[in-house]
């Protein structure tokens, strides 16, 4: 497991979303400002995310010239800054980190977006990457099917609804993990 100074390393060198993004090309900062107008949480969705009130901190392995970071990061961002007082949301090159890519590898390799979920001290909670099981169950029924899509065709709003879903249910478990801790509650006494 990758220790808690190293993980607070890395988040404090980690940028802000709009930092992050600004790092891109145009067309690569255009494609993520696309999927950032195209979402947003339900009135449900943001009640949920202001109830929270265990501090978490995601930290996002990720790449501006990747694809399905362009359409799952602005996901996280979209609950991160529903409720910036609990959610920091920081993201790190993957290709500019190697060591610590190589440290949270999936099926393997080297995949983006993987989104550390850490506690308040900057201990490993959770991970997920690189795509949430809605995205995944898009991709296959299109590249199982008969024809696959190409590359960079726009992702249907319902795909997008119910990947935001899934993002919001990881965030949503974790809080409630950091909610539940034996640590956590003795340490603020409820």
Known sequence: MIEPDRLRAAFD?????????????????????????????????????????????????????????????PMLHRIAQTNPARIALRLLDRDAHPDLAASVRICGGPRVPTA?????????????????????????????GPACPLPGAPIPPDELAATLQDWLNEVERVQLLLRLSPKLRERYSD
């Open 13 to 73: 060198n980690a940028l802000p979303y709009h930092a992050y993004v600004a790092t891109g090309t145009p067309q690569q900062r255009e494609n993520w400002a696309r999927i950032e107008q195209a979402i947003a949480l339900t009135p449900g969705q943001v009640r949920l995310v202001a109830s929270f009130v265990r501090s978490l901190n995601i930290l996002v392995l990720s790449g501006t010239w990747c694809g399905d970071c362009a359409a799952q990061c």
């Open 116 to 144: 550390l979920f850490l506690n308040e001290d900057f201990e490993f909670v959770s991970i997920l990457g690189d795509r949430t099981l809605a995205r995944y169950r898009a991709m296959a029924a299109r590249q199982l």
